[in-house]
């Protein structure tokens, strides 16, 4: 893939309408082209202004009164005169699926094949960390969470190791204001869970908003074990999708550990070159406070 067919279907890339093989092959590209990383990282932060922009216009909001009237006529609509006819024509069908659905369980336990032992011919090698992935594990070919993942540990390199960021970071609290009430008080939870679990063993360099490659990160930065820590949290781009899973290992970048859960709209990344079971330890130490602090920001956006 080129330069020119990278950018026919960027679009389609950030929307996540191309298919698995294409998508490997854009981020073969983008591995390899900063212009390409620049160009989609200026049309991720152009969609997303766009996005807030309609999403907060007055224009593109449903009138209350209309809403109200909408509700309600569809109410009588469907529940009105015939709402007897209705209910006990429905108590008819449920009856019929019911008595459907016995015959099949019978059936089934009159036909049911005796069971036989299976050996699992692809089994997990749990010898290598002796950590237990969850049922829930993330997709780690997701489109977007792959790239959200490159971008981490570029922030990790560039913002926690190098102090290389070409925009100057802004507060959580502002961050809060502009971007997501999430960000507030992130630092706070994140310190305060890690100190729960491991004591004076944990100690805290610095906490801000950052961005790095068009992406924007709750990013906060702790010393653990005489290693430098970071804990990343973006606003996932399928917002309207959300999702809750473990922390687990998810991946190993350029001598970096990373692992890595999802709560409600965003995701959340720990990366340090700590062993890959102590780095994990960190993630799984902070994921419950965090699925927490999010949850509760999101009741009250």
């Known amino acids: 893939m080129n330069c020119k067919d990278f950018k026919e279907i960027a679009d389609s890339y950030l929307s996540n309408e191309l298919l698995v093989e ?40 449903i009138n209350p009164a209309f809403a109200y009237k909408l509700k309600t006529d569809l109410r009588q609509k469907t529940f009105g005169k015939n709402h007897a006819w209705n209910f006990f024509g429905s108590k008819a069908v449920f009856a019929s699926l019911f008595a459907v659905m016995i015959l099949a369980v019978a059936f089934g336990l009159i036909w049911r094949k005796p069971e036989t032992n299976t050996v699992n011919l692809n089994p997990v090698d749990t010898n290598k960390t002796n950590i237990n992935l969850p049922n829930n594990s993330l997709n780690y070919q997701r489109a977007d969470f792959v790239e959200a993942r490159k971008d981490a540990v570029d922030d990790h390199k560039n913002c926690a190791l190098t102090h290389n960021l070409k925009e100057k970071p802004i507060s959580l609290d502002e961050a809060a204001k502009l971007y997501g009430t999430a960000n507030k008080g992130f630092d706070k939870t994140v310190i305060e869970a890690l100190r729960e679990g491991f004591g004076d063993n944990v100690k805290f360099i610095k906490a801000h908003f950052c961005l790095i490659n068009g992406r924007r990160f709750a990013h906060v930065v702790v010393e653990f074990q005489k290693k430098v820590v970071s804990v990343l949290m973006t606003k996932r781009e399928n917002a309207d999708e959300t999702n809750n899973s473990d922390a687990i290992s998810c991946q190993t970048a350029d001598g970096l550990q990373i692992a890595c859960f999802e709560s409600g709209n965003y995701s959340i990344f720990v990366i340090s070159d700590l062993p890959e079971t102590d780095n994990l330890l960190v993630a799984r130490t902070i994921s419950l406070s965090i699925k927490k602090h999010i949850g509760k920001s999101e009741k009250t956006a």
């Open 22 to 61: 294409t998508n490997h092959e854009v981020l073969q590209h983008l591995e390899n082209c900063a212009n390409c990383r620049r160009e989609l990282g200026a049309r991720r932060e152009l969609r997303a202004s766009l996005r807030s922009a309609v999403k907060n216009s007055l224009h593109s909001r």
